[in-house]
């Protein structure tokens, strides 16, 4: 499993080059619930013992990610 971090929403607007202070204002309430799930995600991944759990954690951070990103590059702000 590749290394997971937690990030700031700021990270994500950088990370998907978004820049406009307008863009990121209608961003903002699409993206904020999903980045703290995935922030949450990897405190839990960080704790868990279980291998079993460990791979349902991370196959929720790679769907959360997967959906930000669809939002980030999908959304008509």
């Known amino acids: 499993m590749s290394a997971l971090t937690q990030k ?8 998907y080059a978004i820049t406009d202070q307008e863009k990121k204002a209608c961003l903002l309430p699409l993206i904020t619930p999903l980045i703290y799930n995935y922030n949450m995600d990897i405190v839990k991944l960080e704790q868990e013992q279980d291998p079993y759990k460990q791979k349902q954690l991370h196959t929720s951070l790679v769907e959360l990610t997967k959906k930000i990103k669809e939002i980030m590059e999908e959304a008509s702000c």
Not at 8 to 15: A, P, Q, R, T
Request: no cysteine; glycine share 0%.
């Open 8 to 15: 700031s929403i700021e990270m994500f607007f950088e990370e």
